[in-house]
Structure formats: C-alpha cells, structure tokens
C-alpha cells in the first residue's frame, strides 16, 4: 500500500519546546503547570523539552513562544515510511546495473570501518543476507538496544545499500564491503516523530557513521530537525533523503533541507516514477520501482518508492567514503557523475546516478 503523509493531529498534542543555551527553563516549567500540560520528555543533551498540551494547538504554541529562554516552539511532527505499492516478485535485481554498481565495484566494493546508519523501522537481525554486516544500534522508538524490524521498511532499504555479496544468499548490496548501524526511529506502522528521529541522527553521528539514510518524509520542515541535520553536516557525515512518493513537486523533510541529498525514484527504464516527487530541489534520481531487496522473517520481497532509491545513492556514498573522500566532495562527485537522462533539470537538478563514474571521477560529458 502507499505511504502518505498523515499531518491531520489529533489531541492531545505534543509539542516541542527549544530552549537557548544555558538558559533556565522555570517559567516553562511554570506555564506548564498552570495551563495544565503534562512534561513528556526532557532531552538536557539537545537542549528541549517535548510537553503534552491540552486544547488548542494553536494557542499552546504562541503560549510557549512567549516564555523567557525560549528558542522555538513547534509541533512533534510525524514522518512516514515512503514506500509505494510493490509488484508480484521478480527475481532479478536492476537497480546496481542500471547506475553501473559493477563498474563501481571493479574499483573498490568499499571498506569495513565505513558505516552506513540507517534510520528507518530496524533492521532484522538475523537476516542472512544482513546478520554479517550489522553492527549493534538503538531504538527509539522503545528506548531499548533491540533495533529489530517490525515493519520490513527498514530491512529492505538496508539490504538496498549493503547487503552482503559474493556470500551465496540472496542480493548484492550497492556498498558490499561497508557496515550497517541499524537506527530504529519509525515504529512498526512505520511512523516516528521529530523527537525520535533527531536523537537517530545523533546517535548515528556520534557512533561514526559516514553516511545516513533517511527514507521518510514529511511535508513540513522541522527546526529541530534541521539543527540535527546542521550538526551531522558539521561533524563530516553524508546525508541522504528520499524525495516522497506524493508525485508532485512540493518539499518533503528531512530531503528538502539544504545538506541532504534528495533522491528521486525512476522505472526499470529510467523514467521518472510516477509516484516521486520532483523538482529542482531534488538532487539526483535512482532506481525505485520494483526493487528486490532483502525483507523480514529472513526473506526478499519486491517495493517501489523512493525509499527505494535513496538507499543506491547511500551505497555510492558509502564507496567514496571508502576512497577517502570527504563529505563536501562525495556530495560534489555523486551529483558531477550523474547521467543527464530525460528529466534532469527539471524533475531533478542532476540526473541519474553513476556509480561507476562516481567512483572513478569521471565527469559526466
């Protein structure tokens, strides 16, 4: 089934409260007693609180704005797996050959101290084709070190960007030789909030991971996100965003920010998918329709969307870093290589990624 963007709340409301640094948060704390909200989290480290408001949403946000040391105000917001309706099972894989993963191969199948974070529904953990490639993660969705999939969202966009290869199971992952973190921020319906998936980025940074992959979207763009993202981009990380599956061209978060690669979904014949969405603002594209990938309970199960595509992208990232590159550059050579195929420009600013001109510097004529 498709995923979409689920924005209409319900009460009560959870809204996040920033604060400045080093300020006291007493007359927040004052406010939310007298108005009869309920303190729901309190992250010291990141510097906000995440408060149950009741009755308007509205009034609850000019309220908190109003307090001394206040930053910003904004709702929790949700953000949903972006996966499309997947077709019967075929068993062929299209996606490495279409952005020529073999050329990139016979170059470098990439190293084991490069780490790949995926944030997403888990990661099943005794995935044959994934058991030898992941590294021990954290859910917060529990706030438990049981990262497992309870979705397979999550799993197949792993096995996408690295599952294991050349080991007699399954599918060839886009990085062969690169680690999986496995970062549980979207539940088992597939949705997480702005509070789960910013402690998932750094987390993710702070363990080392060169790359992240974010496939998920939402259609408005989050300030504590965005400082999550800045902190990531400051810290050398790669980031990398599917575009959303609403088949227009409005901006979808975390894709949409500035630091983040948007990737968009294209056919088996390099066509833009007719669920991806698009525009300038989307970075490249990559296959995501019908893509074979790993899946839970040990087995591979065919998806479309642009879920799909961002975890190729995240593949080739995870090949650069291993060469050495650095955040800046591996962003300039994924987007310098890519073939300008029917759509570049316009339904994205690039085109289609090259692996294997990506991993060997050849810029696209």
């Not at 400045?20 to 609180?49: F, M, P, Q, T």
């Not at 525009?279 to 199960?301: C, D, F, M, Q």
Request: glycine share 10%; charged share 20%.
């Amino acid at each position: 089934m498709s995923a979409k963007s689920k924005w209409t709340a319900h009460a009560p409301y959870h809204v996040i409260v920033k604060y400045r640094h080093g300020v006291s948060r007493i007359s927040v704390a004052s406010a939310c007693h007298k108005h009869g909200d309920r303190l729901i989290c309190c992250n010291n480290k990141l510097g906000y609180d995440i408060i149950e408001v009741k009755g308007s949403l509205t009034k609850a946000l000019d309220r908190y704005k109003k307090q001394a040391g206040v930053e910003y105000v904004e709702p929790n917001y949700y953000r949903h797996a972006s996966y499309s309706p997947n077709d019967p099972l075929y068993r062929q894989q299209y996606g490495p050959q279409a952005i020529q993963a073999p050329t990139a191969w016979n170059r470098t199948v990439g190293k084991k101290k490069i780490i790949i974070a995926i944030l997403d529904t888990g990661v099943q953990r005794n995935h044959p084709d994934l058991k030898s490639k992941l590294l021990a993660g954290y859910n917060f969705v529990s706030n438990t070190t049981n990262a497992d999939d309870d979705n397979g969202h999550g799993t197949h966009v792993a096995g996408i960007a690295a599952a294991a290869t050349n080991n007699r199971v399954g599918i060839a992952g886009m990085a062969p030789n690169c680690r999986i973190l496995p970062v549980k921020v979207l539940n088992a319906a597939g949705t997480g909030t702005t509070h789960h998936i910013v402690q998932g980025i750094h987390y993710a940074v702070d363990r080392g991971a060169r790359v992240i992959n974010m496939s998920f979207t939402g259609p408005i763009r989050s300030k504590l996100e965005a400082d999550a993202i800045r902190y990531a981009r400051k810290k050398g990380v790669v980031l990398i965003g599917a575009a959303g599956n609403d088949g227009n061209t409005v901006l979808c978060y975390p894709a949409a920010f500035p630091e983040v690669i948007a990737v968009a979904a294209l056919d088996r014949n390099s066509r833009k998918a007719t669920f991806s969405n698009y525009g300038k603002w989307v970075s490249v594209a990559a296959p995501g329709v019908e893509i074979l990938s790993t899946y839970t309970s040990g087995s591979y199960r065919m998806l479309s969307g642009t879920s799909m595509a961002a975890p190729h992208v995240s593949g080739v990232a995870g090949l650069l870093a291993s060469q050495g590159l650095s955040r800046s550059s591996i962003r300039t050579r994924i987007q310098g290589t890519a073939d300008r195929i029917t759509g570049s420009g316009s339904s994205w600013k690039y085109g289609r990624v090259n692996a294997g001109k990506a991993v060997q510097g050849a810029k696209t004529g």
